[in-house]
T-cell receptor, first 111, second 115 residues
Framework: GQQLNQSPQSMFIQEGEDVSMNCTSS?????WLWYKQDPGEGPVLLIA?????ELTSNGRLTAQFGITRKDSFLNISASIPSDVGIYFC???????????FGKGTRLSVIA | DTAVSQTPKYLVTQMGNDKSIKCEQN?????MYWYKQDSKKFLKIMFS???????INETVPNRFSPKSPDKAHLNLHINSLELGDSAVYFC??????????????FGSGTRLTVV
């Protein structure tokens, strides 16, 4: 099936540092989404991107939809302990296909 | 008021048993999904229902049978459980399969352990 390549697989950072993670694909997606999953919970939507080149912010989070529609990145500025979790990129190839997820980036924040 | 609720949250059962997981959404969404998350946290689509009609069935063993009595409910029945079925199963919903304005809303998951 279609795969999204998400990196890095895991990150250990100091509180206050900025974080960047990204996803790439060999296929063109019409929508990119970024989710966060806390332990014992389901993924929660952080940011949704619908247009190539779109740059969207949600508080300390910023995400961009690549101009080729084959990649996206997520930045977190001034990380805090509650940013700990697994971040997933997800993409939709076309309007009728289900979301495909990357393998996740596990973020650990050291206070 | 939980938007997408799954029951049970934890399920431990023996190999060979048959079990069901229930999912209900109160968002008025038309489309519901089942995803499986393995031990490496990889999320994979299993099924998708739109207005009670099955629209996607990925390569899932036919021991897994989804049932949607109405568009607010999508249950997952699993026959003859195997060790490899151990995973976290997530139910999700979206307003429709064609519009992705707010992505999918996920339930909190059902952790299935087959012993």
């Amino acid at each position: 099936g279609q795969q999204l390549n998400q990196s890095p697989q895991s990150m250990f950072i100091q509180e206050g540092e900025d974080v960047s993670m990204n996803c790439t694909s060999s296929s063109i997606f019409n929508t990119w989404l970024w989710y966060k999953q806390d332990p014992g919970e389901g993924p929660v939507l952080l940011i949704a991107l619908y247009k190539a080149g779109e740059l969207t912010s949600n508080g300390r989070l910023t995400a961009q939809f690549g101009i080729t529609r084959k990649d996206s990145f997520l930045n977190i500025s001034a990380s805090i302990p509650s940013d700990v979790g697994i971040y997933f990129c997800a993409g939709q190839l076309s309007g009728n296909t289900p979301l495909v997820f990357g393998k996740g980036t596990r973020l650990s924040v050291i206070a | 008021d939980t938007a997408v609720s799954q029951t049970p949250k934890y399920l431990v059962t023996q190999m060979g048993n048959d079990k069901s997981i229930k999912c209900e959404q109160n968002l008025g969404h038309d489309t519901m999904y089942w995803y499986k998350q393995d031990s490496k946290k990889f999320l994979k689509i299993m099924f998708s229902y739109n207005n009670k009609e099955l629209i996607i069935n990925e390569t899932v063993p036919n021991r897994f049978s989804p049932k949607s009595p109405d568009k607010a409910h999508l249950n997952l029945h699993i026959n003859s459980l195997e060790l490899g079925d151990s995973a976290v199963y997530f139910c999700a919903s979206s307003p429709s399969r064609q519009l992705l304005l707010r992505g999918y809303t996920f339930g909190s998951g059902t952790r299935l352990t087959v012993v």
